[in-house]
């Protein structure tokens, strides 16, 4: 696994450019909320970790 859940939302923008895509479509806010953890971005958004993990790796 490229991405985990500790790594920051715009740091896995940064490095995976496609991810920005999979954070929209879990509804996860990667402009003014992604200087947090994915795991604690999907905590606030609501987000299913497991499959947003899984989807970002795809991409990434």
Do not use: W
């Not at 450019?17 to 402009?31: E, R, V, Y």
């Amino acid at each position: 696994m490229k991405v985990t859940k500790d790594m920051v939302v715009n740091d896995c923008i940064r490095l995976y450019p496609k991810t920005i895509g999979i954070f929209t479509q879990f509804h996860i806010d990667s402009c003014c909320g992604g200087a947090v953890s994915i795991e604690d971005a999907a905590k606030r958004d609501n987000a299913p970790l497991e499959a947003l993990l899984k989807a970002l790796n795809e991409a990434a």
